[in-house]
């Protein structure tokens, strides 16, 4: 699931809501914010403002 996560913020390229990562992954947003948690604490992404997340 990380993986799938940074994959979507790479697409991106800008700060997005794990709302909206999961609606495009097509899985519950809870599932998104378990891996975002996950991919902070591993210093792969960070929040340039409050509830927004990239891909370092």
């Keep these: 699931m990380e ?6 913020m790479r ?3 800008e ?3 794990s709302g909206d990562i999961a609606k495009i992954l097509g ?3 809870k599932e ?3 891996a975002i948690k996950k ?3 591993e210093g792969k992404i960070d929040s340039p403002k ?5 891909a370092k």
Excluded: F, I, T
Excluded at 3 to 8: C, F
Excluded at 50 to 54: I, K, L
């Design 3 to 8: 993986e799938k996560v940074l994959e979507v």
């Design 11 to 13: 697409k991106s390229g």
């Design 15 to 17: 700060p997005m809501k």
């Design 27 to 29: 899985v519950d947003a």
């Design 32 to 34: 998104v914010s378990k």
């Design 39 to 41: 991919l902070k604490e």
């Design 50 to 54: 409050r509830c927004y997340y990239q």
